[in-house]
């Protein structure tokens, strides 16, 4: 499932970066341009050798009495205009001035110095714009903003019923390492919508969350019976560990102190959000070997809580709350998993 979700992750990124890179040099427009035309004719030989092959059976279906000539009617699809080609920089956005010890290239907002130094190495320098008239192109606001690829990094657990910290009697050898135990949420796509004047706005997307409980004790999980259950050995376990992955979507309502300089606006969101397992499994480590082996483990397929978030910049804190149980209703005791951390948004 790991593999899935890396191979999708991928793909994105991809289609991230070809839409960004936007502007092609001259020798690229003529081989796409030339690349078009073959398509273009090829098509244009294919269709013309379909209508041939149509003409002779209805000729055929003609002269056998089947049909009258005028009965039967083919339509031929037009073949497609070739797509507009993709614009080319402007010369005001680009610079280039080389010296003796230098070079020093502008693209837009962007600088890159390249220095070489008396032992021979290059020193790169790149920086950023900061005048008037850039920060106002940077700064054009969207009702609608879009990023890809966002990580969470945080620590997760359970609680017990009530959200008391105490844990079940009985199920102790189910209570994980609060610091051993951690959490990675990758945002695939996070989209917002302005509700009002770019202060609120309304956030939804897709993002996986792949959680890690880690557990002290000889203890594992018996996995294929409709129960929490244990089984125990006298060897020591230097990891014991039970991994489950989800697909979730979250709803939020966010507020944006400074909506045009999003690197120093403090913001502020909240809402709800719904997941649903993908995949889990135990992995086991001994002086004797590795051992891993996939189940549900009862794990509930469907929970849902509330998730909470606050930071200035890039730099965010979050945290999420089940309020769905984490295993099937009867199987075990009642647990709400929790996860906190911090959120990056570059």
């Not at 009002?196 to 004790?217: A, C, M, Q």
């Amino acid at each position: 499932m790991k593999k899935m979700i890396l191979v999708f992750l991928m793909l994105i990124s991809t289609s991230v970066i070809a839409q960004q890179n936007n502007t092609w040099t001259p020798e690229q427009q003529e081989q796409f341009r030339q690349q078009m035309e073959a398509f273009r004719e090829q098509m244009q030989q294919q269709m013309q050798s379909l209508k041939d092959s149509l003409t002779r059976m209805q000729e055929k279906l003609n002269n056998n009495g089947f049909i009258q000539s005028d009965e039967m009617h083919f339509e031929f699809p037009e073949i497609p205009e070739m797509p507009p080609m993709p614009e080319m920089p402007s010369d005001e956005g680009f610079f280039l001035k080389e010296g003796q010890d230098s070079t020093e290239v502008r693209l837009g907002r962007w600088n890159v110095v390249v220095n070489e130094h008396h032992d021979g190495e290059d020193r790169v320098h790149v920086y950023k714009s900061e005048s008037d008239d850039e920060c106002s192109n940077e700064n054009e606001l969207k009702n609608v903003e879009t990023k890809f690829l966002l990580l969470d990094v945080g620590v997760n657990n359970y609680f017990a019923k009530g959200f008391s910290s105490s844990f079940p009697q009985g199920f102790e050898k189910f209570d994980p390492n609060p610091g051993k135990s951690w959490v990675v949420n990758i945002h695939a796509i996070d989209q917002r919508l302005n509700l009002i004047r770019y202060h609120l706005w309304f956030g939804y997307g897709v993002y996986f969350e792949l959680n890690s409980y880690k557990y002290d004790t000889k203890s594992v999980i018996i996995p294929g019976i409709d129960s929490l259950a244990f089984s125990s050995g006298d060897e020591s376990l230097s990891k014991n560990k039970l991994s489950c992955e989800y697909a979730g979507i979250p709803l939020t309502l966010r507020y944006e102190s400074n909506p045009s300089h999003m690197s120093s606006s403090f913001h502020i969101s909240g809402g709800v959000f719904g997941e649903y397992l993908l995949g889990a499994h135990i992995k086991t480590k001994s002086s004797t070997g590795k051992n891993k082996v996939h189940d549900d483990f009862n794990l509930n397929r469907v929970r849902y809580g509330i998730t909470a978030r606050a930071g200035y910049g890039w730099l965010n804190v979050y945290t999420n709350i089940s309020i769905s149980e984490l295993l099937v209703e009867g199987s075990g005791p009642v647990l709400y998993p929790f996860s906190a951390g911090l959120a990056f948004e570059f």
